[in-house]
């Protein structure tokens, strides 16, 4: 797998020659999906050109402090749209985009795709399908987060940054390292934070917007989860859940989960942590994170999911507690392949 495919230079003379831009981003947008949209999006308007937004999902409550995060529709005007170039953020697979991806991809004047996420490709798959170059694209799974691929790409074209813009790109880079914890966090992404502090973001405002600012309910559905915390394979694997039920009982929403895998994942032994999510009576949705080396994508992708090394998920019907089950036979499966000897 090459780290970058796509040449930034062709992204943005496609930036530079635009003059109406569609901008997306993947379904239940997160902090670096609308960071670098709307960073991206507001850099267009500052320079004189037509933007509009579409993400399937809603803004999540918490990112609602994003500038230009109240124009973010969840609807798109196809003749715009025909006569505009998308612009397919932190995801390169069109069901990341959800629903009218196909749609979309159809109508739209060119296609270019910006992302860090390992994947098929979208970008590359669309150009050959559609034989004539309308699609390009810019992946790189180097990049900590698709915000740091637009800091890089608004260089190359020698725009300034506002302070806006720079706010969320700013909370795309910390939401995505974990405010720099995670392993994705290199000597760039320091580098590109200092870009971002010079160019005016006040890191202490989004540092309380992101982590000091979340609902009381979100704390007594955490009490209950936590209560659902086993750990299995001598230490190195951590399973919580969330049932409808919790979520009835204390008022707090699906938004307000946000992170709580981190929770089981921080226990000292844990080398991978599950979270299983039953937000809808049978729908489940599973997080997976890894400390070092277990590779969570290889364990979300025989559930038909994806991601990263170190934090993948995947969809699938059921409830929790049967998921639960099914989820700890494949990863005892995975354990028993890997050479563990001597981690435990
Ligand atoms: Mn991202």
Redesign the pocket.
């Known amino acids: 797998m090459e780290v970058a495919v796509g040449d930034l230079k062709e992204i943005a003379d496609i930036i530079e020659n635009g003059e109406r831009f569609l901008l997306t981003c993947h379904v239940k947008p ?1 902090g ?2 609308l960071g ?1 949209m709307l960073g991206l999006g507001l850099a267009l308007e500052d320079a004189g050109r037509e933007v509009r937004y579409y993400a399937q999902d809603p803004v999540p409550k918490g990112l609602s402090f994003l500038p230009g995060s109240s124009q973010v529709q969840d609807h798109f005007d196809p003749d715009y749209a025909s006569d505009a170039v998308l612009v397919i953020l ?1 995801c390169n697979e069109p069901s990341r985009i959800g629903d009218m991806a196909e749609t979309l991809l159809e109508l739209a004047k060119r296609v270019v795709v910006l992302d ?2 390992l994947g098929e490709n979208l970008h590359c798959n669309q150009r050959k399908k559609n034989g004539l170059g309308k699609c390009c694209g810019y992946v790189s799974v180097e990049a900590c ?3 740091e691929i637009i800091v890089d790409l608004l260089d190359c074209l020698n725009w300034s940054m506002s302070v806006n813009s720079a706010t969320c790109l700013y909370t ?1 880079l910390i939401t ?1 390292t974990g405010s720099f914890r995670h392993s994705n966090t290199d000597k760039k992404a320091f580098l590109t934070a200092s870009k971002l502090l010079d160019a005016g973001v006040d890191n202490y405002f989004v540092a309380n917007k992101i982590y000091q600012s979340c609902p009381r309910e979100r704390l007594e559905l955490l009490g209950l989860v936590l209560k659902t915390l086993e750990i299995h394979e001598h230490g190195l694997f951590a399973m919580i859940h969330v049932t409808p039920k919790m979520f009835d009982v204390t008022g707090a929403t699906e938004e307000d989960t946000n992170d709580f895998v981190g929770y089981a994942r921080c226990i000292d032994t844990v080398e991978l942590a599950a979270f299983v999510k039953e937000v809808r009576a049978g729908h489940v949705s599973v997080s997976l994170r890894s400390k070092k080396f277990i590779n969570c994508v290889e364990i979300a992708q025989k559930f038909g999911g994806g991601g990263h090394f170190h934090a993948a998920g995947f969809r699938t019907p059921g409830t929790a507690h049967e998921i639960r089950e099914v989820l700890l036979n494949k990863v005892h499966e995975y354990f028993e392949q890997l050479d563990i000897s001597g981690r435990i």
């Open positions: 997160d670096d999906a670098s932190d860090h996420h987060s698709t915000a795309g995505d």
